[in-house]
T-cell receptor, first 111, second 113 residues
Framework: DAKTTQPPSMDCAEGRAANLPCNHS???????VYWYRQIHSQGPQYIIH???NNETNEMASLIITEDRKSSTLILPHATLRDTAVYYC????????????FGSGTKLNVKP | SAVISQKPSRDICQRGTSLTIQCQVD?????MFWYRQQPGQSLTLIAT?????????ESGFVIDKFPISRPNLTFSTLTVSNMSPEDSSIYLC??????????FGPGTRLTVT
């Protein structure tokens, strides 16, 4: 699976949009981009995934560049409860394949 | 999404002993995985728990240290054997859902003294 690169930490003001970048320049055509978050040592929580089109759900939006070498997770109105470590993972879209976690981005949402 | 429970939620154990962690899912799932998260670190995949056959271990993890059972499609156990303080971690199970995502249990926080 392709490796990902994320900034180690980011700050965001409460109520503002949080934009979390991820670089995956070696991604292959059959690999999906996944985002998970982990709030204070709880189990990671699934957020969203996509292949090449932008995706939106009730939690977030995922913007994938046309060349698929990078993506951005957008939390439209960050709250204090969104403070967490956010992981970007690329994986072949197959139920039998595993997730390998990188170091993630610690998002600090500040009042 | 699948609902996953783990037992125990936390434990404090003495070095040299073993602890078995249980993972229960509320529906049948194809894939189950075990992860370790050492203090302040990201998650590391230990192994894939295969139903009806031996687990598949990642590099650096061996069956003698982390034996895994998967007797059916809703249950798995991970044993941490002959524990040392370096085994102090959060141990998490995850399952492959009906779609392409994985879901994680709440974790078992293990402290070895």
């Amino acid at each position: 699976d392709a490796k990902t690169t994320q900034p180690p930490s980011m700050d965001c003001a409460e109520g503002r949009a949080a934009n979390l970048p991820c670089n995956h320049s070696t991604i292959s055509g059959n690999e999906y981009v996944y985002w998970y978050r982990q709030i204070h040592s709880q189990g990671p929580q699934y957020i969203i995934h996509g292949l090449k089109n932008n995706e939106t759900n009730e939690m977030a939006s995922l913007i994938i560049t046309e060349d698929r070498k990078s993506s951005t997770l957008i939390l439209p109105h960050a709250t204090l409860r969104d403070t967490a470590v956010y992981y970007c993972i690329v994986r072949v879209g197959n139920n039998f394949n595993k997730f390998y976690f990188g170091s993630g981005t610690k998002l600090n949402v500040k009042p | 999404s699948a609902v996953i429970s783990q037992k125990p939620s936390r434990d404090i154990c003495q070095r040299g002993t073993s602890l078995t962690i249980q993972c229960q899912v509320d529906s049948q799932v194809t894939m189950m995985f075990w992860y370790r998260q050492q203090p302040g670190q990201s998650l590391t995949l230990i192994a894939t728990a295969n139903q009806g056959s031996e687990a598949t271990y990642e590099s650096g993890f061996v069956i003698d240290k982390f034996p895994i059972s998967r007797p059916n499609l809703t249950f798995s156990t991970l044993t941490v054997s002959n524990m040392s303080p370096e085994d102090s971690s959060i141990y998490l199970c995850s399952v492959g859902g009906g779609g392409l995502e994985q879901y994680f249990g709440p974790g078992t926080r293990l402290t070895v003294t």
